[in-house]
Every structure is written in C-alpha cells, then in structure tokens.
DNA sequence: TTATTATTCGGAGCAATGTTCCGCTTTGTC
DNA sequence: GACAAAGCGGAACATTGCTCCGAATAATAA
C-alpha cells in the first residue's frame, strides 16, 4: 500500500538480488540432490552442489520441510510455465502434449521420496497436493484443448483423468513411458 | 541332540551368565527409554540407562530393528506370563481378567511407536503382529473362561474380539479404561 | 584352588550430520 | 565515494551411529 514497488513475485518480495539468485540456484541444487540421494540428503551436500554456505540454506530454508516444499513448488510451477511455451515452440499442439507429459513424468519420479520427507506434516503435504492440482489441471486442459482442436487426438478425454491416468502409470514404473495416448 | 543341558530358552542358548543378564537388562532398559524418548532414542541413552557400555548394546542388537522386535517379544511374553500367574493370585478369576487388561491396556500404549520404527521392514512387523496374536489369544481366552465359569461375566464373548475391541478404544484414547465388560 | 582359555564388556575414538554464530562481503542508497 | 543494511560463508560446536581392541570376567581344565 506504499509508494514503493508494488510488483513483484509474492515468494520474493524486496529481496537483495544476490538473496534472490541464491534461493533460485539453491532451489535447483536441492531438486538435483534430491534425485540423486534422496530428500534425506546431507545438508553440505546442497550447499556444495548450489556452491553457497550452509547458513545460507538456513537462512533461506530453516527446516528440512521448508526446502522441500519449495522445492516441490518450484518443479510445479515450472511444468507448468513449460505448458504455454511448449504450445508455442514446438511443431504441433499434439507434439506440444507430448513433450508436456514427459515433463510431467520427470516430475512424477522425483514426488515420491516427497511423502515420505513430509510424514511428520501431513496437512502441508496435502495443502501441496491440491496446489498440484489446482496449478497444473488448467495447464494440461490447454495443452489438451490445443490438440483436440488441432485434431491430433480425439476429444473427449478430460484432463484430470489424463493426469491420474499417467500418475497410475508411473506407480512402480520408472522406464521410459513413450506415452502413446490410444 | 548332544548330552549337553536341553533345556533353556530358545532365544538364550548357551550364553555367559553375565552376557544374559545383560541383554535382560537391556530390554528392560531400552523398554524404559522407548516410552519416555520414542524408539528413535539414542543408543547412548539407552546404554546408559542399562548401565552398560555401547559395545554391549550393538552385540546383542545389531540394528536398531532388531533392539525394537527383541523389546516387543519381550512385553508380549511379560503380559503372556502374567495370565495364568493373575489367574492364581487374584481374588477371583473375574479380577484376574481386569487386571490383565489393565496389562494389556500399557502395552498397547506402547506399541504405537513401534510401527515407525519398523517401516522400512514390513515383513518383519507382520511376523510380529501374527506372533502377537497366537500367543496372547490363548491366554486371552482362558482367562475369559475362568471368568465365565466363575459366573462373573455372561458367556459367549469371544477372546479374539475383546482384544480387538480393547484394541480400538485404546486409539484416540490413553486415558485410564477401567473396562467393564457389558 | 589355580591356571588357562574363550567370551563378553566398556568406552574411547572416528566419521557423518545438524545447527548456530559472527566477522566479512555485497548490495542498495544518498 | 561513503555509509548502512542485508546477506554470505564456513568454522565451530553438539549429537549420534558405529567400530575396535585392551581389560575384565566367566567357564573350564588341571
């Protein structure tokens, strides 16, 4: 309600920029590490790979939680910005879909070890489920619409049974699903 | 098969004296450490509470599982023991079943924590489970018998229920059930 | 009983990890 | 450029798991 800049990202507000490029880099270093050796993973471990000291994980991320929330925020919103993008560059809406779901899948692989991380705060854990949903429903309903009308794929198909459906698929299996949608 | 003494526990075979008073102590002392600690207390402090060293700790109980399932067999056999034991001391065989469900009732108390602590091995907590219920249905059902010959309760109650059903008052509830059968 | 041998005990020591703290550096502002 | 505030780095400390081996103790033989 100030004169002063009324913009920017709720997550980052008046930060210094340096703040701002370390949680960024930290967030990217954690999601690496996280794949790697798991959620458990040695605090110095993220430090190292983001190339920051550890009281800077600290100060950004007090608790272990935190870190992975944020993480697991970070993965959501950036499959979903891929969607509209991805529409854009790549040669069909079907082919769009396609690469869209590999995305999906990528990030489906790295969700589970989440659970068992956040077993101590199941209300988060939830709280994050339906901003799963909520954020990247509409995304796949473009992407999806996009290709319906292109007439690359039948219409029909509704976008959150598409996503529960690969969600299932994903369930004890980690090849490369090259998602053939009938 | 050997002439040597046949006799003996299954589970202490041929051990030092001091080593078998040891591991009682042990268990006893890690029982202590668990309800006030959780299972995931530090072996030191349960080393400590025993009056014994680490060394002796992780001799008898390799990993921390195995410390966990010798310390569950363990209240099991106590509150199987004190069936037929409550059904000669107590005033009436009604009495002997209050107070073993009062036994039974601590022990319950206790076994929350252990599913945690065993998550990473299912199958050896279902062998538990199973050996949880062969063992204590028996003693279950002859103190119900007795008390039922002795007219104190109405017959047709079924062992495997009433433990079932003490089971589930025991979720949510830690305060102090002083069950009265019908 | 005493000597001998096999077990068991104790806990120092090492490695891994979580967490804090404070001097130094970088950034934003005038 | 000078200054203050914000942020950074990582040494340092605390906790814990686990190993290892000389000392102590129990069982056995003489």
Chains 1, 2 share one sequence.
């Not at 270093?29 to 600290?58: C, L, N």
């Not at 969607?83 to 589970?112: C, E, M, N, Y």
């Not at 290709?147 to 690969?166: F, K, N, S």
Request: aromatic share 8%.
């Amino acid at each position: 309600m100030s004169t002063e800049s009324p913009a920017g990202k709720a997550s980052t507000r008046n930060k210094r920029a340096d703040a701002v490029r370390n949680q960024q880099t930290l967030l990217a270093a954690a999601a690496e590490v996280f794949v790697t050796s798991g959620v458990d993973a040695p605090i110095r471990q993220i430090a190292a790979k983001a190339g920051v000291g550890m009281g800077t994980i600290y100060r950004h991320f007090p608790t272990r939680a935190d870190l992975v929330t944020a993480v697991y925020r970070h993965q959501i919103e950036a499959c979903a910005e891929a969607g509209p993008s991805l529409l854009a560059s790549a040669d069909s809406p079907f082919d769009a879909l396609r690469q869209w779901i590999d995305l999906f899948v990528d990030f489906l692989v790295t969700k589970h070890g989440l659970a068992d991380a956040l077993q101590s705060d199941s209300s988060r854990f939830a709280a994050l489920h339906t901003y799963f949903l909520d954020r990247l429903e509409p995304v796949c309903a473009q992407l999806l619409d996009a290709a319906v009308d292109a007439g690359g794929i039948r219409p029909g198909t509704q976008p959150y049974e598409l996503m529960r459906g690969i969600g299932n698929l994903c369930i004890g299996r980690d090849s490369d699903p090259r998602y053939d949608p009938r």
